[in-house]
C-alpha cells in the first residue's frame, strides 16, 4: 500500500505527525508513505523507516514571488515528481488551505481517495472542500493525538493500546557521554514566547556551578548575538559553549547525546521529545495541552496569568515590566532549575 502525506510545516507539526506513521505501519504490514513538505524540514520525514521519498515543496519561498516560480517551472516540476507515484491513499494531515490546494491541484486521476479533516476539526475549516472523504477529529486533542485518529480512522485500526513512538530516535547513534551536557533552546520565532535573557543567565550560573556544561543552539544572527551574550555573562565561560549552527540531522545527532534539555515553545523542543531526551519547555502565549512536546520525561512548565495562554505574538500589557513578557515573573531560574534537577534525578 503506498500513502502520500501532505503536511508541509512547521518543524512542531511535521514532528507531531510521525507517530501515526508508526503506529500504520505497526498495523499494516507493508505500508510505505511519501511525504510532501516544505523544503526547510525535508531532512525530517526521512529518518522515519516507512517514509520511502521527500517531496519538498518551496510555499514560503514561492509566496514571494509567484510570477518567478511559474515562470521557472517550479510548480511544474513539482506535479510532477507527484505523478511519477500512483498512490492508494492521499492524505492532508494539516487541515489548511496551502495543503488542500497541494492535495486538490496537484493530484491526477490515478490516484486513489483523498482524505482530510472536515470542517469542524481542520483549523481552516474551508479546506474541508478540498477532500473526497471527510474526517472527524475533535479540536480540543493534542496535536499529536489528533493526528494518530485520523490515520487511524482512515485506515480503521484502534490506537487505545498503542504507546505513543515517534519513529526516529534509533536513526542516530549515541556515542558522546552525555552525563554532565545540557543544551538550551534560547530562541523562537515569537516576542512572547522568548523567557528573559536575564533568566537564562541566571539558569547557566546555576548548572554551571552544579557542573554542567551548557550547549547553546542558534539559528540565526540574532539568536548567535543571545547565544555570544549568554557565554560571555558566564561566569564559567568555559562551560559554557555556543554551537555551531547545525542541519536538522546534526542537531538530532546531537540530541541524541545530550543528558537533559531546557526550551522555550519552538520546534526543537518538540525534536528533543521525539528523541525521548528528558526536557523542560516554558509556555507564555500558548498552550502546552493542544501543542506542547510530548513523550517520555516531558514535563511543561506554563505561567500563571489570567491573560495566558493568549496566543498573540506581541505583549501590550505592562510594557515597562522588568521582566518582558510579564507574565513569565513567576517562572524563575530557581523555579526551572529545581525542576531540572528532579527531571535529572530521574535519570539515575
Not at 47 to 61: C, D, K, L
Not at 105 to 118: I, V
Not at 137 to 165: C, E, G, M, W
Not at 196 to 213: D, K, M, R, V
Amino acid at each position: 500500500m503506498k500513502v502520500l502525506i501532505i503536511k508541509t510545516s512547521s518543524m512542531g507539526d511535521i514532528i507531531h505527525t510521525l507517530p501515526a506513521i508508526t503506529d500504520a505501519q505497526r498495523q499494516i504490514p507493508g505500508i510505505q508513505f511519501d511525504w510532501v513538505v516544505e523544503e526547510a524540514f525535508q531532512e525530517i520525514p526521512g529518518w522515519h523507516q516507512s517514509i520511502n521519498r521527500t517531496i519538498p515543496v518551496g510555499i514560503r519561498r514561492w509566496r514571494k514571488n509567484l510570477l518567478k516560480t511559474f515562470r521557472n517551472n517550479e510548480w511544474g516540476q513539482f506535479k510532477q515528481l507527484l505523478q511519477e507515484e500512483q498512490y492508494d491513499y492521499v492524505i492532508d494531515a494539516q487541515g489548511l488551505l496551502k495543503s488542500a490546494f497541494l492535495t486538490f491541484f496537484s493530484l491526477t486521476k490515478q490516484h486513489g481517495k483523498t482524505y482530510g479533516l472536515d470542517k469542524n476539526s481542520a483549523r481552516e475549516p474551508l479546506a474541508a472542500m478540498f477532500y473526497r472523504n471527510k474526517v472527524f477529529v475533535p479540536k480540543v486533542l493534542h496535536a499529536t493525538q489528533r493526528v494518530r485518529l485520523l490515520f487511524a480512522q482512515i485506515f480503521n485500526y484502534k490506537i487505545d493500546n498503542l504507546s505513543l513512538n515517534y519513529g526516529i530516535r534509533n536513526h542516530f547513534k549515541r556515542e558522546a557521554d552525555t552525563s554532565r551536557h545540557l543544551l538550551f533552546f534560547h530562541s523562537t520565532t515569537w516576542p512572547t514566547k522568548h523567557w528573559p535573557e536575564s533568566y537564562w543567565q541566571q539558569l547557566i550560573t546555576l548548572a554551571n556551578q552544579a557542573g554542567f556544561y551548557i550547549d547553546l543552539a542558534w539559528g540565526n544572527q540574532e539568536e548567535l548575538q543571545r547565544a555570544l551574550r549568554l557565554q560571555e555573562t558566564a561566569l564559567n565561560k568555559e562551560q559554557v559553549i555556543v554551537l555551531e549552527k547545525f542541519s536538522l540531522s546534526a542537531m538530532a545527532a546531537k540530541l541524541r547525546n545530550t543528558k537533559a534539555v531546557v526550551a522555550v515553545d519552538t520546534g526543537l523542543a518538540h525534536l528533543a521529545a521525539a528523541m525521548d531526551v528528558p526536557a523542560i519547555t516554558l509556555f507564555g502565549p500558548t498552550n502546552p495541552e493542544l501543542t506542547g512536546p510530548r513523550g517520555k520525561q516531558q514535563l511543561h512548565v506554563e505561567v500563571n496569568s489570567e491573560c495566558a495562554p493568549c496566543f498573540k505574538k506581541r505583549c501590550l500589557k505592562e510594557p515597562s515590566a522588568p521582566i518582558q513578557p510579564p507574565c513569565y515573573f513567576a517562572i524563575t531560574p530557581e523555579l526551572v532549575w529545581k525542576k531540572l534537577q528532579k527531571l535529572l534525578s530521574k535519570e539515575q
